[in-house]
């Protein structure tokens, strides 16, 4: 498994923007990963929100889409989400997920996100 780190979260107004990342430690071989977003919501269970395959395809929840963006920079080992016309239902923690060629899915620790007036 790999350790991943996650940081940008924090409180928003609807309409208002954030950029999570995700960094991966202690791997030389991240651009083969597939990587991806997922969040949950007091009572509801995790969800995907988007993730983004090792050759760069990507895929986002239809609640998302138009909204929010998946990338990532190989070189820095890091994924990013970039969340723009953030609305209240976007409230939730938002885990990182790295899923190697071969081997163990691993998770972040989470980050919230909460986006209120």
């Known amino acids: 498994q790999v350790q991943l780190v996650e940081s940008g979260g924090g409180l928003v107004q609807p309409g208002g923007s954030l950029r999570l990342s995700c960094t991966a430690g202690?791997?030389?071989?991240?651009?083969?990963?597939?990587m991806g977003w997922y969040r949950q919501a007091p009572g509801k269970q995790r969800e995907l929100v988007a993730n983004i395959a090792s050759g760069g395809s990507t895929n986002y929840a239809d609640s998302v889409k138009g909204r929010f963006t998946i990338s990532r920079d190989n070189a820095k080992n890091t994924v990013y989400l970039q969340m723009n016309s953030l609305k209240p239902e976007d409230t939730a923690v938002y885990y990182c997920?790295?899923?190697?060629?071969?081997?163990?899915?691993?998770w972040g620790q989470g980050t919230q996100v909460t986006v209120s007036s």
């Open positions: 997920n790295a899923k190697p060629p071969l081997g163990s899915t691993s």
């Open positions: 202690s791997t030389n071989i991240f651009r083969l990963y597939a």
